[in-house]
């Protein structure tokens, strides 16, 4: 199978972890998230599959205190269709009583009555912070309660350990240790909405608009959706702007409109503050821009609108995995195991000491109270770090006399099909080219277009507002430059083009070490080339995510949760939903872990009559339980018998009389849309660092006045791997490469798929020496090196 794991000998199964006897209770606790649900459904889920028993506590810590109904054991079916559901199901509250001695007793009392001695909680540092506490004083707790005659000693023998593993759900992404904390990403997709619709009206009357975001001690949302929406200036708490700011901000908004550009965007966090300590408010700043400049200037607050609505594709894989780590990681307690968190860093799952990511939380409100923003903004971490860079590179225009001249010419183009998000990098390209000093050379179509001389220079203002449309605006083409190199190689010396950076999918792989090869008999083409990864189907190798895929996700899972609602209201049906992505089916697999699919077929793990054989009959059995409905994905490439006519076939005559069927192919709505705020940000870092690469290796390769650029290294994809970007030679990638069914070789989301058999009730081996070590947080880091970067 493509993409196994080779590693037979070194792998651990988690068959030999065994929840037997064990009782997990989950919680919510705090501030609501959307995710939580999701991160709540894995963990009952992962629980009972294991062969543990576990328990919902409704209404947080409250729950615990009070015990009696609000501590429930939980089924398999009760966390069934809460998965598209935003908030938190169980219920969540900010409980003083937990904060007290007496309260935490009663808490220690009611869970020793059901024998629960791990403890997973889903909430900020607050509630994460409360629950180490009590695990510190747990034996304690147990004594106290045996002199009181309440438990006896067998009891407090058997219950001696308590285990705690967190997850943070939070919009404000403020907890250190985690790049995105479970609910982030649904609310920058709340927020981006909202901008979306406000620049159309605000575009029609000229107008300014201030928009405050939540955010009291972190600027995340704030920073993030002004680098996804192109906004023209951002207020968060980390980064005061200097005394002045008023005049410097009023200038800016002109000179953007004497830019013909028709609106101005201001994004400030409900925590701003200026290098005083003195609050910075939506009405201030409003007030100021009318009375400097006179535009028409409207506020918006988004309030819980951001924490509402139903969560994002990002969230529920990110919350999914994060539940069933978080069993695992209950499982492999020790009675002197440390409380945990379960986080994500790139795109690894780790667990983190508990209390050194709340200290290192602690501490960056510590810098931001003695007005050490710089170490601020370093503690928050290197997400937070590279964002703050991006925007501070791609915000502020410099006057021409400003900038260095470099007398390159780099020329951007998208090949293959469109993917959302291909416009953020040119725009990210583009403005950080100008700043680095080049002359920007935009390519319509392609490399079509390229051997046709459809080029022109691209400036600054040419490219603003692109970050939130769909689709490729330069127009783009599948046409590979292989049969055209003369006539490529012709215009690279019309236009003197110095560098090229392709964005695109599949195509772009092929036609990068096509014009690499022709480098022997074309002089012209040795020159510095670097590719992104954009494609919906995420079937480039060398990166474990494209732009494009993110957005594309999210309209299946959009699709996937109203089809549901319709079976769900006709009872016994089933829908056989067909996706794109060639033959790779990173969109059904992750679709189907984030719609809660029962089946997805995919190429890459074959499978045969009696497989769907067993799916039927494995939804017949779901049938007879109170779910009774049924979601099938299918690649559109799986299998060319099993076609999905074949499938929906096969289920309708199976099935008869037990449910039935309709069908469902997605077509290109999953290629559509406007980008979502992961793309706009990842596409937007991604050419950021791309373009400041090309100028490395342009000046690397600047030698008796030319550029010539020959070597591998020289032509290189930027990709994510793991938990850094990694620029790689595409010569290199050939050999991790399937041509013949454009796929990778190896693939990281085949490690998801059976966490999604798991969760849809099939028993299966997973491997888990990929799961989280214990890992400590690191404060300080090396100075990158020019081949990785963190993202």
Known sequence: MAGAPKRQDTRKFFENLSGAGKCIAVLTSG?????????VRAVVRMGIYVGAKVYFIHEGYQGMVDGGDNIKEATWESVSSMLQVGGTVIGSARCKEFRTHEGRLKAAHNLVQRSITNLCVIGGDGSLTGANLFREEWSGLLTELQQQGLIDEEAAQKNSALHIVGMVGSIDNDFCGTDMTIGTDSALHRIIEVVDAIMTTAQSHQRTFVLEVMGRHCGY??????????????????????????????????????DKKRLNIIIVAEGAIDSHNKAITPDYIKDLVVRCLGFDTRV??????QRGGTPSAFDRILASRMGVEAVLALLEASANTPACVVSLVGNQAVRLPLMECVQMTQEVQKAMDEKKFEEAVRLRGRSFENNLSTYRLLSYRKADSELPNSSFNVAVLNVGAPAAGMNAAVRSAVRVGITEGHKMFAVNDGFEGFYKGQIKEIKWGDVGGWTGQGGSLLGTKRTLPG??????????????INALLVIGGFEALESLLQLYEARANYEELCIPVCMLPATISNNVPGTDLSIGADTSLNAIVETCDRIKQSASGTKRRVFIIETMGGYCGYLATVGGLAAGADTVYIYEEAFDIRDLQANVEHLTQKMKTSIQRGLVLRNENCNENFTTDFIYQLYSEEGRGTFDCRKNILGHMQQGGAPSPFDRNFGTKVAAKAMQWITRTLKDSYKGGRVFANSEDTACLLGMRRRALVFQP???????TDFVHRIPKEQW??????????LAKYKTSYDVSDSGQLEHVTRFRAKESNTTATI
């Open 221 to 258: 949302l704030a920073l993030v959706s002004a680098l996804a929406c192109g906004a023209d200036w951002v207020f968060i708490p980390e980064m005061p702007p200097e005394d002045g700011w008023e005049d410097s901000m009023c200038q800016k908004l002109s000179e953007n409109r004497a």
């Open 483 to 496: 049969k055209h190199l003369d006539k490529i190689a012709e215009q690279i010396r019309i236009h003197n």
């Open 749 to 758: 989301w085949l490690k998801l798929r059976p966490l999604m058999k798991i």
């Open 300 to 305: 918006t607050i988004l309030g819980h609108v």
């Open 730 to 736: 595409v010569s290199q990638l050939r050999d991790e």
């Open 31 to 39: 501030g609501d998230a959307q995710g939580m649900n999701a991160a």
